[in-house]
């Protein structure tokens, strides 16, 4: 407990590491912040002590800390959450004892079968390598894998493009100190522009199919009515219905016997208690599946049965489908054509795997420029990276890029007498739906299990100083996580950023979808003292622990001092700016509409005004799905790959 962490040679470099994750330019205007805190008027302003930070003892240290996230001035709220987080995350993937006190042995099963994807290999040159084929495919995760299997059992031949690499299954799951393989981002995933929403979205050859929670949940009816009364149709037919019900099909999607683990059959049994709304979720997993929340980090027995273990193998066997792993597109190429933009191909750089075949390697073997001749193009590079590749190739549509939804989620950490071990069984088998319409149009949350990771988990437990953080630590195995997730009403958008051309995403989570979100994690506290738990931890400003002192047996919603705590969770505010609030979903930035005027693409995936160019990904949804998007997307791209396949006959 005495030991300092900054003592740690390891713990300064994952620091320094995390730093080096950051843009150019956020580093500078860091810098610049330090350095006025580091004389004598800046730091009156910012602690209210004439000497420095650095010159105080520890507990004002703290103390400072503790006060920045209450303050008027928006940017000490900033930086507390932001030295915080960055200082746990070094912690939990340093801390050996940690996760030995803890007891913590992830899961290891048997690494399911390889398959070889014989990717493309290309030699040097200084001269671009040309490529030709009917349907090229850029990005290979749920989108992009379905497509890919549909246009090759078709008959066509197919080039599927990713940026990321392939991991064999053993090499998986990652460890936490490698996410960088997996993960959007370099190394801690993504932060929006004003650091409120810590993003997730993978980046390796599966895409986010290699990295989500298996939940497979069919689009909502009130979400398709929705969708339908934009114009768009389709989405109420029953072409709808049976792209959803194949994609299920392919899968294998099961929704009987599944197991739940401890958080997954508290979630249940609590809701039944309370009489809300609950569900099981159906899996894209075979029987038996036990990676557990190591998933997260790819699926070392191959039992969820994402893109690169059941779609583009199935592409590969039709003998028509190619593939190309670290492949970045820069750029569409169209020509004009009796007064129209046609998509020709793309053009890009490949880069070879590193030394000794690590896709991670900082030195690469080999990079050169490609060109791709198809006849057909489709876009399936996610909601982040799709709109970035359409600005680059010169398309000026003012809705590229717009309308971004990223279901925003808040937590709850409650810890139980039990050794539950959290981070056993699957992750997401069951949901509490009845918060889910809060406004009458379908916006509102939804209460799921989360990912016990150390990394994640870790993040979620409230910080008020050094030995409160490390002793309720050692609470971790007997930890549950609950996130709500909000269907959000409000949205931001992507852009290219200043320094480096990545994705900026500018998103600040909305009062009212902030007030679902608090909605969530008070139905989330409820279900967890109804089901005895000892402490309950909600991830909001300013909202103490409740320490639960009733046995089991005897709670009840009207307990006066568990009333008057949740009086006061239900009052709380969830600033952005001094919040936690993560995203596991992207959505909207290419929006399909039937009018130019108000999307990207139209109903049959097609971009408006070009020829032969198409999207398949989250980018298309014309508003947040409200469910985990996997099945929608995949749907989507099913309906988008048929109609071209029908096209080209």
């Known amino acids: 407990m005495t030991f300092r962490a900054l003592d740690d040679p390891d713990f300064v470099e994952t620091v320094k590491k995390s730093m080096e994750t950051l843009p150019t330019g956020t580093v500078k205007q860091l810098g610049s912040v330090l350095s006025f805190m580091a004389g ?9 002590y004439w ?44 801390d050996p004892l940690f996760l030995d006190l803890n007891n913590y042995k992830p899961v290891q099963p048997e690494a399911g079968p ?54 064999a299954p053993q090499e998986l799951p990652v460890s936490q100190q490698d996410v960088g393989g997996m993960w959007e981002g370099k190394g801690a995933g993504l932060t929006t522009v004003d650091g409120s929403v810590m993003i997730t ?46 994609v299920c099909d392919v ?6 016997e599944i197991p739940h683990n401890y958080a997954n059959h508290l979630l249940l049994e609590g809701a039944q208690k309370l009489g809300w709304g609950a569900k099981q979720v159906p899996q894209n997993t075979l029987a038996g599946h036990s990676c557990g929340s190591t998933c997260h980090f790819g699926c070392r027995s191959t039992s969820k049965q994402g893109p690169a273990v059941s779609w583009l193998p199935a592409a590969a066997r039709t003998g028509k489908a ?40 900082d030195k690469p073997k080999v990079q050169r420029l490609v060109h791709v001749k198809a006849k057909k193009v489709i876009l399936s590079s996610g909601a982040l990276n799709s709109p970035l590749v359409l600005l680059r190739s010169g398309l000026q549509n003012p809705n590229i890029g717009k309308n971004l939804h990223l279901h925003p989620f808040g937590a709850m950490c409650a810890v139980f007498e039990k050794d539950v071990r959290g981070w056993e069984g699957d992750v997401v088998t069951s949901l509490v739906s009845q918060f889910e319409d809060l406004d009458g149009h379908g916006h509102g949350v939804r209460i799921e299990s989360s ?18 953080f490390k002793t309720d630590a050692l609470k971790f195995r007997h930890m549950v996580a609950y996130m709500s997730i909000a269907r959000d009403r409000d949205t931001g958008r992507v852009v290219p950023g200043p320094d480096d051309g990545e994705a900026a995403i500018a998103y ?94 139209d109903e049959s995936g097609k971009v408006f005004r070009t020829e032969n160019l198409y999207i398949a990904d989250t980018s298309v949804f014309p508003s947040a799905s409200g469910d985990n998007p996997m099945i929608t997307v995949m749907a989507i791209a099913d309906h988008v790959a048929r109609g071209i396949a029908a096209s080209m006959i």
């Not at 933009?341 to 075949?357: M, P």
Request: aromatic fraction near 10%; hydrophobic fraction near 40%.
């Open 40 to 48: 004598h008027i800046g730091s009156i302003l910012s602690t209210g």
């Open 201 to 246: 979205a993978g980046k390796c050859w599966g895409g986010g199919g290699a990295i989500n929670w298996s939940a497979s949940l069919k689009t909502q009816d009130y979400v398709r009515k929705e969708w339908a009364a934009e114009g768009l149709g389709f989405f109420t037919s029953p072409e709808f219905q049976d792209c959803l019900d194949r």
């Open 51 to 94: 000497s420095p930070v650095t010159a105080q003892p520890l507990a004002v240290r703290e103390a400072i800390l503790r006060s920045w996230p209450n303050s008027w001035f928006f940017l000490w709220p900033v930086l507390a959450r932001s030295f915080v987080l960055m200082a746990k995350v070094a912690w939990t993937r340093t």
């Open 322 to 361: 190619r593939f190309i792993e670290g492949f970045d597109v820069s750029k569409i190429i169209f020509e004009e054509r009796d007064g129209k933009r046609k998509a020709t191909g793309v053009a890009g750089q490949w880069t070879s795997r590193g030394e000794h075949g690590i896709s991670h390697a």
């Open 508 to 601: 600040t989570t909305s009062s009212f979808d902030c007030r679902s979100i608090v909605k969530g994690i008070v139905g989330a506290a409820k279900i967890c003292y109804i089901q005895g738990a000892l402490e309950l931890h909600p991830v909001v400003p300013g909202v103490s622990r409740f320490q639960c002192t009733r046995p089991p047996a005897q709670r009840s919603m009207v307990d006066p001092d568990f009333v008057d705590w949740i009086a006061g969770l239900e009052r709380a505010d969830l600033k952005p700016s001094a919040s936690i609030i993560n995203s596991g979903h992207q959505m909207g930035t290419c929006r399909m509409s039937s009018d130019e005027k108000k999307g990207v693409v």
């Open 251 to 256: 899968m294998n999607v099961r929704d009987k």
């Open 451 to 468: 990912a016990m990771t150390p990394l994640l988990s870790m993040i979620y437990l409230p910080w008020q100083g050094g030995l409160q």
């Open 114 to 167: 390889d398959f070889d994807f014989k990717f493309i290999q290309i030699k040097g040159s200084t001269e671009p390598e040309v490529l030709e084929t009917d349907v090229v495919i850029i990005g290979s995760g749920c989108g992009g894998g379905v497509c890919a299997k549909v246009l090759a059992e078709a008959g066509y031949e197919v080039l599927v493009l990713d940026k990321g690499y392939y991991h």
